[in-house]
């Protein structure tokens, strides 16, 4: 519902800058100081911690504890403004009021203020500095409020990139954006099916209006309508340049500042794409049409108007520049002196309402072509070329009417100018009759009773009619505009979900505040109660969630504020009841309001104004005069030029004045014409604005609310400067501080218990890890470190902790880790030195030997003399230094004694004196003190009286005059009322104040009394002092002389003692140097025996170690053989089933009398194939030394249970004779085996064809025996072979390590590994015992059922015999030759049958022989080259990509069957115009890729192409367009049926290339006839040009690539990010940071993780590559076409890596920088294993390989060129987004210096000059490499072409 405020009159003069309070409110933000922060442990305030301290110019200053805190004071040492180093004492009155604390580095500049460990206001506001400062990022996450600062600059982040980028990722994800925002709501509502709503506020200049923007235009882009004749999404986009148009204008603090709020409702279907749209306003600034302040503009229409009046369908407006109107120029600096009726040269000379600003031009911005922009919004939303003329004409004649000048015509009257220019442009434009606006512009009517008075306006009240009639069309206007909007928006259909975007003012407070601020401020109430109760609400759910426990806080409800102005005796209501009055007033209204709105607390009245009063709104205290509260509520304009307006000739005019308003839309009121009153009263302006905010209010409760918060970071509009003062004022009144607040009070800092124990993993020990409950793990870890249970609580799924304990774990975690640093620094070191004094030892041992005998006697003679010289000084130094001291101790005590005595004698008449000196002080204060306070007493009383009487004559004279009034007495009785009742009030409040007093009382009494006690004592303290002293001074005495006495005593005995002990210490020394010499001897001694032991147990022990690696090696030799002849026994056993599975199939069909001898040649096909896919098989897998091919399966529970009971012992240990294995026995156990089983066959064979002598079928099967056995014995031959290539590898292996390791093999069985490779090969022959036994009982159960099926074979054979001869002779001639003719037309078809299998199967065996001859040619090189590795080890897939590729190439050299040719055929097939969709269906329509892979590569191709060949040699027009077409139209449909296969999209991509190729080969060009065969060139089309057609079909290509592309990005998407950037081949090394409520407590309430696992991502995303080459190789796709889909591929790999490596702050870090490299080093192995590295593929990955090679370079000064070369195809802002996002993951690493960024940009613009590509931040995932089609002609000829029997072609006829 649309709100207008009517004006603004009192926001004039330069006295009303918007500043905001300074002084926040001491109720509302002592929860934002001190009190509210987290409560720290004193220790946290020692020497060197940094804090907090208020400052007045920055807020918050950082300073740093100068000495541990203590007495409540706190030394502290900062920089001043100039650099300087202060120190300061600041004096705390307790603990809760110390200075906060700093959160450590690693936590500054997070994504998420509630993720830092001490949340308090200074920390915030830090923290956006930072981020906006530093690392130039506006957008900060605080819980679930976005924080968007204003950087007044445009930034490339908002972009479709930037929007794909975001789609489909969680809020917290990646950085913080608006489009994270938009995400959040469009997610929640898909996936809960619930209306949401985006609320944008901030005051103006804060960038709301461009965030509503980005918000709607990401709805716009990601729910785009699928209707294509409407474009909702555009419409709306469209109607922003209407909207800020006719809505937004310059301001002091902004350039295109909103004057007005709106809501916009985006519709959307179930499908979740926009269906429509519907827009609300509120809050039209309508004062702004007729005045604006210095340096203001009026709306943007009026100036654009101007712009383009010169053109010619504008010149009837009669328009000028913009500075001609009144209403426009109103806000320049200087205001020029204007003769009222003459135009003069110049701009604001002539117009009224564009000449009060004086500022008619905003740099950069051009009114003209923005004029023309609003134009076009205008055709594209519908409102055609007429209305918007009329709506011109309108504004139009608002300029006009401000121009005409109303003249005095008497005392109490006005009149306009018959010759008013302006008044008759003004009439024109409106379409109404000058003279009726000219007389009722002047007059107004008044009606009373039945008669109708005219009576005359004054001037001023002229002019404020016409302001009030232009105000009041504009509004208008704006309400048409806006409901016209609205029905292009209308959806057909009612809509399914919407998303609210509500962009609004802020909180505002002025110098001068009026109606419009209080409706403002009144609104941000009720935001912000929404708001507190939505934050809180989160808060409590995700801790109920959690199931944990904690306390209820109270949060700040503005509840009272709001029934101050809205209850039953409210504001507003007392204002509606006023402006009911006849005679009401403002003063009388402020009046009412201090009587009746005193008992509230959030209201107040000013000291030194009865005119205004004081609203304790939540942000700040906030002063409202109230003069123009009542008119404004009014909003009245004159009822008569209203109804002149509704006569005007034209329709909008009319229809804006005619129109009913509905409901509540009505926002004026009529000024009625007389004293009457309407009983349908209209609502005032208050009341209507309540209710649309109540109405808005319940809508937002009814959607689920995000909240974007807009700041400005300065008032001067300088790009990147924040000013704190501003930016704390804005962070206070706009709710970011509350909910830090909320979130301190909780538990604000949230880890998953798997990211919890990866971080601090370092702080447990290993016994205290338990892997399988990763829980306790942690709560081990947690109650080592905090022993405060309140600090923390276990969730669920989350480990919650109060504020600054991740701070204080991060402070352990790196003291662990300097710890363990130092650990290993100190043993590294003690090697180094240990390793370096061994060597000077060495040699300096030799030296030392010889010379310490030489210095041993020159030391003792030495000692000797000196003890001698000593003691004859000891003895004369003691008799000399006793005489001196009797001496001078006698004197000194002498002079002591008399000094002392003066000195007291002097003391004593001192302290006599003093107290005299203050008796008389005392007396002499006394006198004066009291002389004065008489003097004073009685000067007051005198003055008292003096004035009292003076005011009393006054009071008495002018109630005399006031008695003799009627008024007064009314007065007076009301004034009693209001008395009485402001007496019981103050009754009632002097008895609580008695009772308080009595209270003090009695606390006065307890307390003197203990004063009397505290007195008592204090006198028996200073008695027992006075005794205590003199007894000290006593002992002290007595003291000294013992002291003296004893020193003399002890002089004596000290000296004999000294002598003593040198002798002593002499002889010990003598004796250690005896003993230590005697000890060095023994040691060397014992040195020498164990080294000749050692080297005779080395000797023993290598000799053990080579005879166990011999019997090894010959193990693994014979192991090898065995497994050989197991493989071939297996093949053997194969062979026998497929013989028994043919036996089968053939007696289910027919008898053995009757079986055709067509295929019996064929037969061995099949046998053949299971023989190479068996030996391909065992070529293929790997030879690990000691496991088994077939027992790989179990290799994990059975060789590691055999490994468990092995004994780890050194290999010295272990006997020889247990290391044994009786190979030859057990060999010639499995060749007799092996020769009873051939014994078996033979008899077998031999037996059925015996028994059937005559049977063809039989004979036949025993050829193929004989044939198979033939076959068989070549295979063991080749079996032989390979085992002896397999021993040599083997013995390579041997002989390599002996090279490798020299004498010392023992190195690989240091560990006992030949142990347990000897264990490991016994159970491996146990095994393979097992398994023959069970292929022995096997062989004897077939062997059986082979007897009895040729029991039964026999059994038929003779029942069918018995049948034939019973018919020949029971029927006559005729019947029996019926008979068998009809028997040889069975056998007839059975035998095409079985022609057509033999055709399949010989197909196959060539198959399977080139495959064999690949594998055997890599065996040879294999072989040839020494031990080479399998492709188990050399593929992450098990699978060797150089495989896939031969496969790849001989499966496209499979050619299609060609027979015998009996004639020359032309390469064409002939067919029947009818048959013609048939073979499309056939060949498009239903042929199924599975079916295609068994054909020629581009068969269908070659068919259709052969087709069109026949048209071309009938020269048939008709029918070669028509197959064209049909080709066409089938591929196209086929695509767009299946264009989610891939396998389909590649065939068809294939074939389409295919048959271009053939149209270009055979089309008679020479420039396609380079490599054609002399027949190929005589087979060209003859008759038609088929170019136009290869246009055709190339264009199909192309979209078909376009469609495998895509298949493949949607596909290889969802693992970009988990494989590229998540993955880590070390789990846990780059550590995660510290985080919060990353949950984010009102993010949507899902738990979603990633689709992939990142520790299988990159192993996924390498299977589906390979798997996208093998599906392009196996369709015969162009090698050169190959390149091109991977070299968009990797393109598309690398741009969504990089955009989200770009997004990700916590990405962006040195261990991550060295993951993502080598995670792109498998992309690279990938290529070249598929030989695609020559082609350029990987260079599509040079941006993300440089981003990883820059997180991981060093970043100094010296650096900077380096870095610059290493990233050329990195763009600048690239560059420098990851410098600013670099966040050191430890506190090991150093941060990136502003300096050294500014240094790289500085170099970088340099490179940056013309190279506009690189302007962007976001690489373009659109981006498509040009496609070409190579042009690739075919080598098979056409004649050799055959239609495959699995194709239903039978109308074709080869010609």
Not at 1721 to 1732: A, C, K, P, V, Y
Request: hydrophobic letters at 35%; charged letters at 30%.
């Amino acid at each position: 519902m649309p709100m207008v405020i009517p004006e603004v009159s009192d926001y004039t003069g330069p006295h009303n800058s918007r500043k905001l309070s300074l002084d926040p409110l001491a109720e509302r933000y002592k929860l934002i100081g001190t009190h509210f922060w987290p409560k720290f442990h004193l220790h946290h305030y020692v020497t060197g911690a940094r804090v907090w301290i208020p400052d007045a110019d920055q807020v918050w200053r950082c300073a740093e504890l100068a000495k541990d805190y203590k007495d409540n004071v706190v030394a502290v040492i900062y920089e001043d403004a100039q650099g300087i180093q202060q120190t300061e004492d600041l004096k705390v009155k307790s603990d809760e009021d110390l200075p906060p604390l700093r959160n450590p580095d690693i936590l500054i500049g997070e994504n998420d203020l509630t993720s830092l460990s001490y949340l308090h206001e200074p920390a915030v506001l830090y923290n956006l500095q930072v981020r906006f400062c530093n690392h130039n990022a506006i957008y900060t996450y605080c819980g679930i409020v976005l924080v968007a600062i204003n950087p007044y600059d445009e930034l490339p982040i908002y972009g479709q990139d930037t929007i794909t980028a975001y789609r489909g990722h969680n809020m917290g994800d990646l950085d913080p954006h608006i489009f994270a925002v938009a995400e959040e709501a469009f997610t929640q509502m898909e996936r809960e099916d619930k209306d949401q709503s985006i609320i944008v506020s901030g005051e103006s200049g804060a960038g709301k209006t461009v965030s509503a923007k980005y918000a709607m235009r990401y709805f716009a882009s990601v729910g785009g309508s699928a209707d294509s004749e409407t474009h909702v999404e555009k419409k709306i986009l469209a109607s922003n340049p209407i909207m800020e148009a006719i809505g937004n204008a310059k301001t002091t603090r902004n350039d295109n500042s909103s004057r007005f709020g709106k809501y916009i409702e985006l519709d959307f279907t179930r499908n979740y794409s926009i269906m429509g749209a519907n827009m609300r306003t509120y809050l039209l600034e309508k004062s702004r049409v007729v005045f604006q302040a210095p340096d203001e503009r009026n709306y943007h229409i009026f100036y654009q108007l101007c712009a383009v009046a010169s053109e010619e369908k504008l010149k009837h407006l009669r328009l000028g520049v913009p500075e001609r109107f009144h209403y426009l120029n109103q806000g320049l600096h200087a205001v020029p002196q204007v003769t009222p009726r003459k135009k003069r040269k110049g701009h604001q000379d002539n117009f009224h309402y564009l000449n009060q600003g004086f500022s008619p031009h905003i740099d950069g911005v051009d009114d003209g072509a923005n004029f023309h922009e609003t134009c076009q919004a205008f055709n594209l939303l519908g409102i055609n070329d007429n209305s918007q003329d009329q709506i011109y004409r309108v504004l139009a004649g608002i300029l006009h009417l401000g121009n005409v000048i109303i003249d005095e015509s008497g005392t109490d009257s006005s009149a306009i100018n018959k010759n008013d220019e302006s008044m008759q442009i003004a009439s024109d434009l409106f379409g109404v009759d000058v003279d009726d606006l000219r007389k009722w512009l002047c007059h107004r009517k008044i009606v009373s009773g039945r008669e109708v008075f005219t009576k005359p306006l004054t001037t001023s009240e002229a002019t404020f009619s016409r302001d009030a009639l232009a105000k009041h069309i504009y509004a208008k206007v704006f309400d048409w505009i806006v409901s016209q909007i609205n029905k292009c928006f209308a959806a057909k259909t009612q809509p399914f979900r919407f998303i609210g975007v509500l962009d609004i003012y802020g909180f505002e407070t002025f110098e001068i505040n009026s109606f419009e601020q209080f409706c403002i401020n009144y609104a941000n109430e009720k935001l912000q109660q929404q708001f507190n109760q939505h934050v809180f609400k989160l808060e409590q759910e995700e801790y109920v969630k959690e199931q944990i426990e904690w306390e209820f806080i109270n949060f700040y409800d503005n509840q009272p504020c709001i029934d101050l102005i809205e209850s039953k005796l409210g504001i507003l209501v007392l204002l509606d009841e006023e402006c009911r009055m006849p005679k009401g007033s403002d003063q009388s209204w402020v009046e009412k309001l201090y009587d009746k709105c005193k008992k509230w607390d959030h209201f107040s009245k000013p000291r030194l104004s009865n005119t205004s009063f004081i609203i304790a709104h939540f942000a700040d205290k906030v002063g409202y005069e109230c003069a123009g509260f009542l008119e404004k509520n009014r909003d009245t304009v004159s009822e008569d030029c209203v109804n002149i307006l509704k006569s005007s000739q034209y329709p909008l005019v009319r229809s804006l004045f005619t129109e009913k308003a509905k409901g509540a839309q009505t926002k004026v009121k009529v000024m009625p014409a007389g004293p009457a009153k309407s009983k349908d009263m209209k609502k005032s302006v208050g009341s209507q604005f309540r209710e649309s905010l109540s109405l808005l209010m319940a809508t937002l409760n009814s959607t689920t609310p995000h909240y974007v918060r807009c700041i400005k970071p300065n008032d001067d509009k300088m790009s990147f400067t924040f000013d704190p003062t501003r930016a704390i004022q804005q962070l206070r009144a706009c709710g970011v501080l509350e909910t830090v607040r909320i979130s301190a009070a909780g538990y604000p800092s949230r880890w998953t218990y798997n990211e919890f124990l990866c971080r601090y993993r370092v702080l447990c020990n290993s016994r205290d890890i338990q892997r399988n409950d990763v829980r306790v793990t942690c709560q081990k870890i947690i109650s080592n470190m905090i022993s405060d249970e309140d600090k923390f609580k276990f969730g669920r799924t989350k480990i919650f902790f109060r504020a600054g304990q991740v701070a204080y774990m991060e402070k352990l975690r790196a003291d662990r880790l300097c710890a363990c640093g130092v650990m290993i620094q100190k043993n590294v070191r003690m090697f180094i030195h240990r390793k370096r004094y061994r060597t000077v030892r060495n040699a300096a041992m030799t030296i030392q030997r010889y010379t310490r005998g030489l210095m041993s006697r020159r030391r003792v003679h030495h000692m000797r003399q000196t003890a001698a010289a000593i003691k004859i000084q000891a003895c004369m130094r003691g008799w000399l230094k006793r005489v001196r001291y009797q001496r001078l101790k006698y004197t000194i005590i002498r002079l002591q004694s008399c000094a002392r005595g003066n000195w007291a004698r002097q003391r004593f008449e001192h302290m006599r004196r003093v107290r005299a000196c203050i008796v008389i002080q005392k007396h002499v204060r006394k006198y004066l003190a009291v002389k004065h306070f008489r003097l004073a007493v009685k000067g007051f009383i005198t003055l008292q009286g003096m004035v009292r009487c003076f005011l009393a004559r006054r009071r008495l004279k002018k109630l005399k005059i006031e008695a003799k009034s009627i008024e007064h007495q009314k007065k007076l009785n009301k004034g009693l009322e209001n008395k009485i009742i402001s007496l019981q009030q103050k009754l009632t409040e002097m008895k609580h104040e008695n009772n308080n007093i009595k209270a003090y009382k009695e606390e006065i009494t307890a307390l003197k009394s203990q004063v009397v006690d505290m007195k008592a004592l204090e006198s028996q303290l200073k008695g027992t002092t006075n005794r205590v002293t003199e007894l000290e001074a006593l002992v002290t005495k007595l003291t000294v002389e013992v002291e003296h006495e004893r020193g003399e005593k002890m002089d004596i005995l000290t000296q004999k003692e000294q002598a003593e002990k040198e002798n002593r210490e002499l002889l010990e020394r003598l004796n250690a140097e005896n003993a230590k010499l005697t000890e060095e001897l023994k040691e060397a001694q014992k040195e020498e025996s164990l080294r000749q032991g050692e080297e005779l147990l080395r000797r023993k022990f290598e000799a053990e170690k080579q005879q166990i690696i011999m019997e090894s090696s010959e193990e693994k030799a014979a192991y090898q053989r065995l497994l050989g002849e197991y493989n071939r026994l297996e093949q053997k056993n194969d062979i026998l089933e497929e013989q028994l599975a043919k036996v089968k199939g053939g007696t289910h069909k027919r008898s053995a009398s009757n079986v055709s001898n067509s295929g019996a040649s064929d037969t061995p096909t099949e046998l053949v194939r299971d023989d190479i896919m068996d030996l391909s098989s065992m070529i293929g897998d790997d030879d690990i030394g000691y496991g088994s091919v077939r027992s790989r399966m179990s290799e994990n529970s059975d060789s590691s249970r055999n490994l468990e009971n092995i004994e780890w012992e050194s290999p010295q240990k272990i006997p020889n004779a247990d290391i044994k294995i009786h190979v030859p026995e057990r060999l010639q156990e499995l060749e007799m085996e092996n020769a009873k089983i051939k014994d078996d066959l033979n008899r077998l064979r031999k037996s059925i064809a015996e028994s059937e002598p005559h049977n063809n079928q039989v004979q036949e099967f025993m050829k193929q025996f004989e044939a198979l056995q033939d076959e068989l014995e070549r295979r063991r031959e080749e079996c032989i072979q390979l085992r002896t290539v397999l021993a040599n590898r083997s013995s390579d292996i041997r002989s390599l390590t002996e090279n490798s390791y020299g004498k010392d093999v023992d190195i690989v069985n240091e560990d006992g590994e030949l142990a347990v490779a000897y264990q490991t090969q016994k159970q491996v022959n146990r095994q393979l015992e097992e398994e023959l036994k069970t292929e022995k009982m096997r062989h004897k159960e077939t062997e059986s059922e082979y007897k009895s099926e040729l029991d039964r074979l026999r059994r038929d054979n003779e029942r069918q015999q018995k049948l034939l001869s019973q018919n020949l002779s029971k029927g006559g001639g005729s019947h029996p030759e019926a008979l068998l003719q009809s028997e040889i037309m069975r056998l007839t078809s059975e035998n095409l049958n079985l022609q057509g299998q033999v055709d399949s199967l010989t197909e196959q065996l060539k198959k399977y022989k080139r495959t064999l001859k690949a594998y055997a040619r890599k065996l040879k090189e294999a072989s040839g080259s020494g031990s080479k590795r399998s492709s188990a080890q050399g593929s992450p897939h098990g699978t060797d990509p150089t495989d896939l590729l031969d496969v790849a190439n001989n499966e496209t050299d499979v050619m299609p069957v060609i027979r015998k040719k009996e004639r020359d055929y032309m390469g064409m097939f002939e067919y029947d115009r009818s048959d013609e969709m048939q073979i499309i269906r056939v060949l498009i329509y239903e042929l199924k890729p599975r079916v295609a892979v068994t054909f020629l590569p581009g068969l269908p191709a070659y068919i259709l192409f052969m087709c069109i060949r026949h048209t071309d040699h009938i020269n048939d027009d008709e029918k070669v367009r028509s197959l064209l077409n049909n080709i066409v139209n089938g591929v196209k449909r086929v695509i767009k049926k299946r264009h989610e296969d891939l396998d389909s999209t590649v065939l068809w991509l294939s074939n389409t290339l295919r048959l271009l190729h053939n149209l270009k080969q055979y089309s008679g060009d020479k420039a396609f006839q380079a490599e054609n065969t002399v027949k190929q060139n005589e087979q060209s089309l003859k008759n038609f040009d088929l170019s136009e057609y290869r246009q055709v079909l190339s264009d199909i290509a192309v979209w078909i690539y376009n469609g495998v592309i895509k298949l493949m990005e949607e596909k290889v998407q969802p693992l970009i990010v988990p494989s590229i950037l998540e993955h880590e081949a070390i789990a846990g090394l780059s550590g995660n940071k510290p985080g919060g409520m990353r949950g984010r407590a009102g993010s949507v309430a899902r738990e979603l993780e990633s689709p992939v696992e990142p520790q299988k991502a990159l192993d996924l995303l390498l299977k589906e590559m390979t798997q996208f080459y093998r599906t392009l190789a196996m369709f015969g796709t162009d090698p050169e076409l190959i390149t091109q889909v991977f070299r968009q591929i990797f393109y598309f790999i690398c741009a969504g890596s990089l955009n989200n490596l770009l997004l990700r702050k916590d990405m962006c870090h040195w261990s991550k920088g060295m993951q993502i490299r080598y995670n792109l080093s498998h992309l690279e192995q990938w290529t070249r294993d598929m030989r695609l590295h020559e082609s350029g593929v990987t260079e599509t990955l040079a941006p993300i390989i440089q981003a990883a090679q820059l997180l991981q370079a060093r970043k100094t000064d010296d650096d900077v060129h380096s870095i610059c070369d290493m990233c050329d195809k990195l763009s600048v802002s690239q560059i420098i987004k990851i410098l600013n996002l670099y966040t050191p993951a430890d506190d090991f690493e150093e941060r990136v210096p502003i300096s050294f960024i500014h240094k790289i940009q500085t170099k970088l613009q340099e490179r940056a000059e013309g190279e506009q590509a690189q302007a962007t931040l976001l690489m373009n995932t659109k981006f498509a490499f040009p496609v070409r089609f190579p042009f690739n002609p075919s080598s098979i000829h056409l004649e050799d072409i055959e239609l495959p029997d699995s194709l239903s072609l039978s109308m074709l006829k080869k010609v």
